[in-house]
C-alpha cells in the first residue's frame, strides 16, 4: 500500500505564496507518475500540476493551464517527496489541495481517474 502525506496548506494573501509538500512512504516506486488536484467547494477535482519520469534521474514537470506561469512542481527523489511552489496566488485558488500517484512511470492524460493513491488533503486559503 502507498500513502501519501500533504502539508504546507494555509492561510495567504492575494499575491503571497506558499509550497506544499507531498511524502510517499510505503510500497512506493521512486520513478511513477505523480501528480496535484484541488478541488473548490462545489466544483469538480482540477488538474494542477504532474511529475513523469523521462529517464537518466531526470523528471518532466506539466502545469495545468489555470495556474501556468505561476505555479512550478518538482521532486526531491531522495526524500520521496514531491512539492508544488505556488506564487502570486488569487482568491480562485482557494480549494482543498490533494496528492496523488499512479502504479505506472508514464500517463497519457492528466485525469483524477488516472491516479490509484490519494492523499488527504491539505486546504489553501488565499484572502483578497
Known amino acids: 500500500q502507498v500513502q501519501l502525506v500533504e502539508s504546507g496548506g494555509g492561510l495567504v494573501q492575494a499575491g503571497g505564496s506558499l509550497r506544499l509538500s507531498c511524502a510517499a512512504s510505503g510500497r512506493t516506486f521512486s520513478n511513477n507518475v505523480m501528480g496535484w488536484f484541488r478541488q473548490a467547494p462545489g466544483a469538480e477535482r482540477e488538474f494542477v500540476a504532474g511529475?513523469?519520469?523521462?529517464?537518466?534521474?531526470?523528471?518532466?514537470?506539466y502545469i495545468g493551464d489555470s495556474v501556468k506561469g505561476r505555479f512550478t512542481v518538482y521532486r526531491v527523489i531522495s526524500k520521496n517527496t514531491m512539492y508544488l511552489q505556488m506564487n502570486s496566488l488569487k482568491p480562485e485558488d482557494t480549494a482543498v489541495y490533494y496528492c496523488?500517484?499512479?502504479?505506472?512511470?508514464?500517463?497519457?492524460?492528466?485525469?483524477?481517474?488516472?491516479?490509484?493513491?490519494w492523499g488527504q488533503g491539505t486546504q489553501v486559503t488565499v484572502s483578497s
Open positions: 511529475t513523469r519520469w523521462i529517464g537518466g534521474g531526470t523528471f518532466s514537470g
Open positions: 496523488a500517484t499512479r502504479d505506472s512511470q508514464s500517463i497519457v492524460s492528466w485525469r483524477s481517474e488516472e491516479f490509484d493513491y
